[in-house]
């Protein structure tokens, strides 16, 4: 860790945002070399004003046609390969913010290492994301384990003859996923189960872990554990792969909307070409500067 005045992130401007109540910061770090290290990423959700759950880094295109090409961090400081609703603030960032942005409405194409993700303005504060074909192979998701049908695998909680959660359906979005199928998400204890499943040796990468109820086949109510970073109030990949699981399992339609926590998403994994979209609000909350005092701690 360099010395805390020579931090490159000291006075570095953010956004605070969220999505619909996932915490989002985004940082451009345009035209500068500098890549955020995972102290840095732990010190900022640590300081006042710009806690996150996913920390969103703007750096400079690295593929032709492209916007941007987007770092995401969790507030543990490891790095995840996607996140909807951090992109959706990406966007916002990107098109309205006067100082990131070159302001309009035309769509745009960013990158991350899950691949590229094309954002859509459909109002002044709803914008969709593209989140590309789900990865359905125990070893693109991936498992330890070779599933063949990945739509339910042998996992579960609790006594053999009455588990209290058993057989999710496992999906990648860019990230893991693990989707259990319940009646109310809300009588379970996430904050304990959730850490328990994020690291079962079965997931060599973590995953994050989703507790979802299909109330009518276009309606989805969902609870996500995320990993690296706990319990969320929303979490779009998770929305997107709770459908992507409850269509396998012929639970939903191929469009519903899923309610969580912070609110709802539209989702739709669209037949004709198998991709994800999503659709919802985002807020942006306030602007700030990273301080010198922010990265003394983690110096």
Not at 94 to 113: F, N, S
Not at 257 to 279: F, Q
Request: aromatic share 6%; net charge negative; glycine share 10%.
């Amino acid at each position: 860790m360099t010395a805390t005045s020579d931090n490159p992130l000291v006075h570095r401007r953010f956004l605070k945002m969220n999505g619909i109540g996932n915490e989002i910061v985004v940082l451009d770090l345009r035209g500068s070399r500098y890549r955020v290290q995972p102290q840095d990423a732990r010190a900022i959700a640590g300081s006042d004003g710009a806690f996150f759950d996913q920390l969103m880094v703007l750096h400079d295109p690295v593929s032709a046609g492209t916007d941007a090409y987007v770092r995401i961090y969790n507030n543990d400081g490891s790095e995840a390969g996607a996140c909807g609703n951090g992109t959706r603030c990406v966007g916002w960032a990107m098109m309205a913010d006067p100082e990131m942005g070159a302001g309009g409405t035309r769509p745009l194409l960013v990158e991350t290492r899950a691949g590229l993700l094309p954002i859509t303005r459909i109002s002044d504060v709803a914008f969709m994301v593209d989140m590309g074909a789900p990865r359905l192979n125990w070893q693109d998701i991936p498992t330890r384990d070779p599933f063949f049908d990945t739509s339910g695998i042998e996992l579960q909680i609790g006594p053999i003859d009455d588990p209290i959660l058993h057989t999710p359906g496992v999906v990648s979005m860019g990230n893991p996923h693990a989707v259990f199928f319940v009646d109310d998400p809300y009588r379970f204890d996430l904050a304990r189960i959730g850490p328990m499943l994020e690291n079962h040796p079965i997931f060599p990468d973590r995953a994050n872990i989703s507790l979802a109820a299909v109330v009518r086949p276009d309606h989805i109510i969902l609870r996500v554990w995320e990993r690296g970073a706990g319990i969320t109030r929303a979490c779009g990949s998770g929305a997107c792969a709770a459908l992507v699981a409850a269509v396998r399992r012929d639970l939903a339609l191929r469009k519903a909307t899923v309610s969580l926590p912070g609110g709802d998403l539209v989702i739709e994994w669209r037949e004709s070409d198998g991709h994800v979209l999503m659709t919802g609000p985002v807020e942006c909350e306030h602007e700030g500067q990273f301080g010198a005092a922010v990265f003394g701690a983690a110096a």
